[in-house]
Each structure stands twice: as C-alpha cells, then as structure tokens.
C-alpha cells in the first residue's frame, strides 16, 4: 500500500526554497513575506541588506503551494534578471484567469480603487452626447451608459480604455480637440462601447481582448479605416 507524507512549507519557506534554487551559492537570506491590502494582484520583491523582502496581495493569501512557488519563481527570475520559465507563468496566468479569482480581483478593485473620472463634457466634445448618439445608431439604444470621462493628461499610447471594475471609459484629452474629426473621436469611443458589449473571453492562461465578434462588430463602423489612419498620425 502506498503512502504519501503531506509537507506544508510557509511562504517564507516557499521563497527560501526558490531563491536557493535560483542562486545555490549565495547565502539564502531572511525572508519576509508580507500580505498587504492592494487593489489588485500585484506583488513586490526586494533585496537589500535586510534580506528578502516580499509583498503580495491578501487575495494570494491561502493560495495552494503550488501557484504561491509559480509566483515566487517569477519574482524571484526577474529579481536576478533571468526569463521566466514559461512553466511557472503559465501556471500564475492560468490561476488569475479563473472565473471565481477574476471575479474577487474585481470586487477588490471595485472596493479598493481609486477611479479618476473627469466627467464627460471636455473642451470641445461632450461624450454624453456622442454615447447617446453611437447607442441608437448601433445598439438599438439598449447600452446603459457607463461612466464617461477624459483623462488627466493627452496620452498617445493609450486612446482609450474601458474599466470593467468602475464600469467606465475614459478617453485620452489629445482627442478633445477642434483639430480631430467628429468621426475619429466617434470610432474611439465606439470601439471601447464594444468592450461592454463583448467582454474579455479566457481560455486557460490566455486573455482574448478582441474576439472574433467583437472585430466583426467594429466593421460596422463606416469610415473605421480612416479614422485608424487618421489616429495612426495623430499618435506619431
């Protein structure tokens, strides 16, 4: 008959273990993990004369051993600047794309973050109004408006992004200007409203951002590829 020991390790032990395992001639230092009320999934580590210092999110408190030495072979690779064995990110990926952890990170975010949200008039174009008019043109009129606002600065990386926690868009200011066309400004905002309309599918450690529906909807858009061109210059 076969049987089987259970060995419990500490976080401190996990990383301890790791860290040895990455650098087997260097001294293990103390570690100190430490679980931190973040509003999102993010994780910290540092090294200096005190030793190991870890910070994670209390979501990742009582994770399984397992997906905690996944997260502590991913810190601690980028800590002494080497890849990341795809192993160990597939692993963490695949843990934080399961329904119910996305949907705690969601309700933590929700809670804990901060959304900046301008407000939907800007200097030259109200968002309100533009909604209004892309819901009956597109959607029948049946999308409940989100929360619609400008961001702080004029970015040109990002146009445009849907939070799906705060159930808002906010666009980027380099669009609220005499000089963008109506139809551009109309594009941007119509593509982050097909966000609402098709949210992000996952499919194990994968994250599908446009899906085959969500493309063929944003064809709709008459005049998308001038406007693409035309926010490919304003972006240079």
């Known amino acids: 008959m076969l049987q089987s020991a259970l060995f419990f390790?500490?976080?401190?032990?996990?990383?301890?273990?790791?860290?040895?395992?990455?650098?087997?001639?260097?001294?293990?230092?103390s570690v100190q993990v430490e679980f931190c009320k973040f509003a999102n999934a993010n994780s910290f580590i540092r090294w200096d004369e005190a030793g190991l210092q870890?910070?994670?999110?209390?979501?990742?408190?009582?994770?399984?051993?397992?997906?905690?030495?996944?997260?502590?072979?991913?810190?601690i690779s980028k800590l002494v600047r080497r890849p990341v064995p795809k192993i160990y990110a597939e692993r963490y990926r695949r843990f934080l794309n399961r329904k119910e952890m996305r949907r705690s990170l969601q309700l933590i975010k929700q809670v804990r973050g901060?959304?900046?949200v301008s407000g939907p008039r800007g200097d030259h174009y109200n968002?309100?109004?533009?909604?209004?008019?892309?819901?009956?043109?597109?959607?029948?009129?049946?999308?409940?408006?989100?929360l619609l606002g400008w961001s702080r600065?004029?970015?040109?990386?990002?146009?445009?992004?849907?939070?799906?926690?705060?159930?808002a868009i906010i666009l980027s200011k380099l669009l609220d200007?005499?000089?963008?066309?109506?139809?551009?400004?109309?594009?941007?905002?119509?593509?982050?409203?097909?966000?609402?309309?098709?949210?992000?599918?996952h499919y194990g450690a994968r994250r599908c951002v446009h899906t085959r529906e969500f493309?063929?909807?944003?064809?709709?858009?008459?005049?998308?590829?001038?406007?693409?061109?035309?926010?490919?210059?304003?972006?240079?």
Not at 215 to 224: N, P, S
């Open 114 to 116: 901060r959304k900046f």
């Open 9 to 29: 390790e500490s976080p401190e032990e996990i990383f301890e273990r790791v860290f040895s395992e990455w650098k087997p001639r260097t001294p293990v230092p």
């Open 153 to 167: 600065k004029p970015s040109r990386v990002m146009l445009g992004h849907y939070d799906p926690s705060h159930n």
């Open 177 to 201: 200007r005499a000089l963008v066309p109506h139809f551009v400004l109309e594009y941007v905002l119509f593509h982050e409203m097909l966000h609402l309309r098709f949210p992000v599918e």
């Open 54 to 75: 870890i910070r994670l999110a209390d979501v990742l408190e009582g994770v399984p051993a397992q997906i905690l030495e996944a997260l502590a072979n991913i810190l």
């Open 215 to 236: 493309k063929e909807a944003e064809k709709q858009f008459a005049r998308r590829k001038e406007a693409q061109e035309i926010l490919k210059q304003l972006c240079r």
């Open 127 to 146: 968002l309100d109004e533009i909604f209004e008019d892309l819901n009956a043109r597109y959607f029948h009129g049946l999308m409940a408006r989100p």
